[in-house]
Nanobody, 124 residues
Framework: QVQLIESGGGLVQAGGSLRLSCAAS????????MGWFRQAPGKEREFVAT????????VYADSVKGRFTISRDNAKNTLFLQMIALKPEDTAVYYC?????????????????WGQGTQVTVSS
C-alpha cells in the first residue's frame, strides 16, 4: 500500500518559516517526479512546486517563487518544501503528491498518489 505522509505544518507568524516533509512508503519514487499542492478554505487545490525524478529541474507557482524551495532525498524516499517569508495568503492545507513519470508537472490530474495533507496557518 502506497502512502505519502506529510509533516511539519503548523502555526507561524507572517515572515516566519516552516519546512514540510513528505515520507513515502510502499513504493520507491526515485524515478518519478513529485510535487506540492495546497488548498485554502473555499478554494480549489492549486499547484505550489514540482521537482523531477533526480532533482535537477524544479518549477514553482509565481506566488511562491523566491520564497519556497522544493527538494528531495531519494535515498530516504522523502520530499521537502522549505518555506520562508510566509504570508497569511499561504495559509492552506499542503499536500504532497507523486506522479508515475520522471518529468515535472503542474496539473493535479498528472499525479497518481496523494498524501492526506498538513495544515499551514500564517497569522498576520
Amino acid at each position: 500500500q502506497v502512502q505519502l505522509i506529510e509533516s511539519g505544518g503548523g502555526l507561524v507568524q507572517a515572515g516566519g518559516s516552516l519546512r514540510l516533509s513528505c515520507a513515502a512508503s510502499g513504493r520507491t519514487f526515485s524515478s518519478d517526479a513529485m510535487g506540492w499542492f495546497r488548498q485554502a478554505p473555499g478554494k480549489e487545490r492549486e499547484f505550489v512546486a514540482t521537482i523531477n525524478w533526480v532533482g535537477s529541474n524544479t518549477v514553482y507557482a509565481d506566488s511562491v517563487k523566491g520564497r519556497f524551495t522544493i527538494s528531495r532525498d531519494n535515498a530516504k524516499n522523502t520530499l521537502f518544501l522549505q518555506m520562508i517569508a510566509l504570508k497569511p495568503e499561504d495559509t492552506a492545507v499542503y499536500y504532497c503528491a507523486a506522479r508515475m513519470g520522471p518529468g515535472v508537472a503542474v496539473a493535479t490530474k498528472e499525479y497518481t498518489y496523494w498524501g492526506q495533507g498538513t495544515q499551514v496557518t500564517v497569522s498576520s
